[in-house]
C-alpha cells in the first residue's frame, strides 16, 4: 500500500475593513426625486430645467452645483438652493424608499460575514442619517461633514478614518463618474454600479452592471484582486 502525504496549505485571505457606499443612485434610486425637486425649484423662478441637465448633475457635490441653479434664474443663495432641494428629497424618502436591487441582501450578507458598512453620500446630513438608520449602518460622512465636496477624496477619506483604517483598506461602491474619482483617490478599492449615468470601463475600478445576486464573497474577491503598487 502506498501512503500519499497530502500537505494542506491555508490562505488567508484578506477582509475589507469595511464598504463605503455611495448613497444616492447607489443605495437608493433617488435620482429622479433630485430631478424632480431640480426641475419644481428652476420652475419656481419662471426657468426650465431638462431632463439633461439633472443627468449632468448626477454625482455633483449640492454646494457646487448650485451656481448652476442660480444662473437658471434661481433668486436663492447657495445655502437656500441645497437645504431646498434636500428637504424635497427628504421628504420623498419618508414616504417612499426607492432601494436599487441587490443592495439589502448585500449588506445583510456583509453583516454576517463580518464587515461593516459605512455611508459616504454628499446628501446633506439628515437624509444620509435617515437612510443609514434605516439599514442599522453607524458610520456617515455627508456633504455637510465635508470641506470639499466629490470629486476630491476628502469624504472617502474620512469614512474610512470612521473605521480608523485607510480607505486603501475598504471597498467603495458608486454609481457616478464623479463619485468614482473621489473613491479613486482616496485609494480605496473602487466598484462602480451605474444607474442613471453610463460608467465607461476603466483600469482604475471595477464595474458591475447590478448588485442583484451580489454576496460578500463577491465583494472580498474584488478586493483581494486589487493591484498592488
Known sequence: MTLLSVNLTLVTIALP?????????????????????ESALVSAFGGEWTAE???????????QSASIFQRKGVDLSATEIVEALSQTVLDRLRRDVPWRPGVLDLIAD??????PCGIVTMSLRPAAAFIAE????????????????KPHPEAYVSGAALFNVDAAACVA?????????????SGARSLAVPSHQPIPE?????????LDGRTA????????????A
Open 173 to 185: 461602491i458608486e454609481d457616478s463618474i464623479n463619485g468614482l474619482r473621489s473613491a479613486v483617490a
Open 17 to 37: 475593513a469595511a464598504v463605503l457606499w455611495d448613497m444616492d443612485g447607489t443605495l437608493v434610486d433617488s435620482e429622479p426625486y433630485w430631478m424632480e425637486a
Open 217 to 228: 464573497d463577491d465583494i472580498i474577491e474584488l478586493f483581494a484582486a486589487r493591484k498592488v
Open 53 to 63: 441637465d439633472g443627468r449632468d448633475l448626477i454625482g455633483a457635490g449640492l454646494y
Open 134 to 149: 434605516r439599514l442599522g449602518i453607524e458610520h456617515v460622512v455627508s456633504g455637510s461633514d465635508v470641506a470639499n465636496e
Open 202 to 210: 476603466n483600469p482604475d475600478y471595477t464595474v458591475w452592471p447590478t
Open 110 to 115: 456583509l453583516r454576517s460575514a463580518g464587515i
